[in-house]
């Protein structure tokens, strides 16, 4: 029987809720905060690779994101005219395919549902103030006023974690020199999969959210200053692809009309050194391993971890070991996915200014890191 009674989770992203959920499934009772007053998540989409939809799938939830997205195979690698030259992906899990494309939105409504399913308490507009981290339990006051008392706390709450500075001290997330910028499309009939097109500066993705809607990614090297004013977003997204003769990337250029429809966003990484916690406080997902998305694993992780941390609750064992055990199991695997990750984002920058060292091989490390997410968490 578990010895964790009562979890505060902070932070209803994907990790947070996925965390709510499965401490609920084990019976703890699960109180989550989210600093939104509402949420408002944008609409373009997200690739779930296999064991996304393995971890789902123990929530319960991997069979409604695949009826409100779109399963897809192995992703097509090819050149800026079209031409495929490799495919990439995690291994097909039984019944799970190798990918499954949704909207950001919907994954949010799924998992927001999964929560209510299970009882999960949500208090939206709110978030911790202080956390007093002692042995047998954590109190907490809340921005609002009020008060709790928990037996353990996980902090989910994103790169620019407020609970991680509470207790682990001041650690900064690294811009890594790329940008992505997506946009929401109709699907064409021909998108039969998820598309990779590698140009000369720049690569651009295609990939499916529902049976007739896709969302595109570019990412684009932006230098020392990412930012890019609003009124340039169209242009400068439009002036990247310009380069790229697929057809599936063509006929869509000039449907980039939206300004507010361009999701630019600078990429960051962030890897904190193990351990993940200190006496009764956890962090997961972003606050400790955000990934850049060159492997498409960033959310993937965070909803690993939150499996692997209700499946050691249940086991009975004392506080320590359970925080023991979770980094044995998540530590090394997360740190290959941002490590890959960060070395496929540098080895793209070189080759964009024609620099990419001999032996460097894209495909032979995107390869080696999915398919080793194949392996049980
Ligand atoms: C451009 C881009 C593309 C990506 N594509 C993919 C992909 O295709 N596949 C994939 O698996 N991953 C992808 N990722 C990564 C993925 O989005 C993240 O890894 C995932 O969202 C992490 O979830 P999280 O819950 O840890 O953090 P977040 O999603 O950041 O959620 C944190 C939540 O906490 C809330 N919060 C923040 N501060 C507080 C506070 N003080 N108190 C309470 N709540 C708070 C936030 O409002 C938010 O709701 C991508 C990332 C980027 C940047």
Avoid at 118 to 125: A, C, E, F, P, Y
């Amino acid at each position: 029987m578990s010895q964790i009674k009562k979890v505060l989770v902070v932070g209803g992203g994907i990790g947070g809720l996925s965390a709510g959920i499965a401490l609920r499934k084990a019976g703890i009772e699960t109180e989550l905060v989210e600093l939104q007053p509402e949420f408002n998540v944008y609409g373009v989409g997200i690739i779930q690779p296999s064991n996304a939809l393995r971890a789902l799938d123990v929530l319960g939830l991997a069979d409604r994101c695949m009826e409100r997205g779109s399963p897809y195979g192995p992703v097509k690698m090819c050149t800026s005219n079209g031409f495929q030259i490799a495919q990439v992906g995690t291994p097909p899990m039984g019944r799970l395919p190798v990918h499954n494309g949704i909207s950001r939105r919907i994954l949010h409504e799924v998992l927001l549902d999964g929560a209510a399913d299970n009882q999960v308490t949500i208090r939206m507009g709110v978030t911790v103030d202080t956390l007093d981290n002692g042995p047998d339990y954590v109190t907490v006051t809340f921005t609002d006023g009020s008060t709790g008392r928990y037996d353990l706390v996980v902090g989910s709450d994103g790169v620019y974690s407020k609970v991680r500075r509470l207790v682990l001290g001041d650690f900064k997330p690294r811009y890594t020199g790329q940008s992505v910028w997506r946009y929401a499309f109709p699907r064409p009939a021909e998108l039969d999969t998820g598309y990779i097109f590698f140009g000369k500066k720049t690569k651009v993705g295609l990939i499916p959210m529902t049976a007739d809607k896709m969302y595109m990614f570019v990412v684009s090297a932006e230098g020392e200053d990412p930012k890019i004013p609003e009124s340039e977003l169209v242009p400068r997204m439009k002036a990247l692809l310009a380069e790229y003769d697929a057809p599936t990337v063509r006929t869509v250029i000039d449907q980039i009309t939206d300004p507010a429809g361009v999701i630019y966003r600078p990429l960051e990484t962030l890897l904190l050194p193990a351990p993940w916690y200190i006496n009764r406080v956890l962090l997961i997902g972003d606050a400790v391993h955000a990934t850049i998305p060159q492997l498409g694993q960033g959310a993937g992780l965070a909803i690993e971890d939150a499996v692997v941390l209700s499946e050691l609750v249940q086991t009975g064992d004392p506080l320590p070991s359970v925080l023991n055990n979770f980094m044995n199991r998540r530590y090394e695997r997360c740190k290959m996915v941002v490590d890959a990750s960060n070395t496929l984002g540098e080895w793209e920058q070189l080759e964009w200014k024609g620099q990419l060292p001999e032996g460097a091989n894209m495909g032979a490390l995107m390869g080696k890191t999915l398919g080793a997410m194949g392996a049980p968490i």
